[in-house]
């Protein structure tokens, strides 16, 4: 539980760009068979968790009252709507030390001119609280 906030791209192809420029802010991310997992949320992604829990030893020990294969539908109804592409969620209330780096980033990138071009701002929720924070 906690206050969440949520930040919506204008279009789902921006995510990739968007998480290259909070990268250039500090923004670190983990790679997983060449797909880079960034803040916002990729189709890429998507395929590289599918794959992974069709093909990997450790994916195939999860969700195990998922048939296999598992689709690309049974993939969003696993995230519960928690993960959507061009999508990033964050938790500002009591953050752990990731969390916080990230609210900062964040910070920067909404306070930068750029933030115009990609975030939409009437979709996003919470977004005063964030850069109040």
């Given at each position: ?112 001119d750029d933030s115009e071009k990609y975030i939409d701002y009437d979709k996003s ?9």
């Open positions: 539980m906690g206050t969440y906030t949520k930040l919506i791209l204008r279009k789902k192809n921006q995510s990739k760009k968007v998480n290259e420029l909070l990268k250039k802010l500090g923004a670190e991310y983990e790679t997983f068979e060449g797909v880079e997992y960034g803040m916002f949320f990729t189709q890429e992604m998507v395929n590289e968790d599918i794959r992974f829990m069709n093909e990997d030893p450790e994916g195939l020990d999860q969700n195990l009252n998922y048939e296999r294969p598992i689709s690309e539908e049974d993939y969003w109804k696993m995230v519960c709507n928690w993960r959507e592409i061009a999508t990033y969620k964050l938790k500002i209330s009591c953050p752990n030390d990731e969390e916080s780096k990230n609210i900062e980033i964040l910070k920067q990138f909404l306070n930068s929720e919470n977004l005063d609280r964030l850069i109040n924070y």
